[in-house]
């Protein structure tokens, strides 16, 4: 299976038949992530709506994430609207207290078998997330379930492994706890990974886009709600910028 590796020029190439991010919608860049490790991802992930920055528009890449928040971030990168997360009030977690807000990315993600608690009931959603709940989360957002062939082993070890072979580790910290620039990186390696459906036997089939011209596409969290799409490398034009769903004016010519 191929995994797109999105360098600047790649990235430059996520075009959109909507402008949600270009120079004309008046996106800007955020202020406090200039030389970080992980400035692409966090920039891309918010210009795709997908974390939000300060009203004064910093990101705060080094603070903490927590269950909650990291819950909101695969809501939005699953691009599941408004309307849709209206409908989710509650949720069998009991430990929601204080976490209001929350609720409906919380219901949404357990009653998709995307997060799933302690086993007790709770969703712990102060608590800062690790790298492998992330992981698994993430893993279980593109369609992999419990069930699926290719985990073996136990958790978290099973997911572990799968996400290392699918590269969502990739420039991602080795902290223990997440901070929000590891979170963006690791959203924005999962834009790329190819969906699949799991059966009952644990077959994991992928999921393929037809293109128009009878080709086919890997099916990703890019192509389907965020309605992306991926081109070769190539110099980036102006009207290319105007189009991008990312703010390209930077790259124009790169």
Do not use: H
């Amino acid at each position: 299976m191929r995994k797109l590796v999105m360098t600047v020029l790649t990235l430059a190439l996520i075009l959109g038949s909507i402008s949600m991010a270009s120079a004309a919608s008046g996106k800007v860049r955020l202020t406090d992530i200039a030389d970080n490790a992980n400035e692409e991802a966090i920039q891309v992930a918010y210009d795709l709506g997908i974390v939000t920055g300060t009203p004064e528009g910093a990101y705060e890449p080094e603070k903490a994430v927590n269950r909650a928040e990291f819950a909101a971030l695969i809501v939005r990168a699953l691009a599941i609207p408004d309307s849709a997360l209206a409908s989710y009030s509650s949720t069998t977690f009991k430990d929601t207290s204080g976490y209001t807000w929350a609720v409906p990315y919380l219901a949404i993600l357990q009653q998709r078998g995307i997060m799933k608690g302690d086993g007790y009931g709770n969703a712990m959603p102060g608590r800062t997330i690790t790298p492998n709940e992330a992981v698994t989360m993430v893993l279980r957002a593109v369609g992999y379930t419990d069930n699926a062939s290719v985990l073996v082993g136990q958790w978290p070890a099973n997911y572990v492994a799968l996400g290392q072979n699918q590269l969502l580790y990739s420039n991602v910290g080795n902290d223990t706890q997440m901070n929000k620039a590891s979170a963006a990186q690791m959203i924005y390696n999962a834009l790329t990974v190819q969906l699949v459906q799991v059966d009952a036997n644990s077959t994991v089939s992928y999921l393929w886009d037809r293109i128009e011209d009878g080709t086919q596409n890997e099916r990703n969290l890019l192509t389907t709600g965020l309605d992306c799409w991926q081109d070769g490398k190539k110099i980036v034009s102006y009207a290319d910028a105007k189009a991008s769903k990312i703010n390209l004016i930077p790259r124009v010519g790169a």
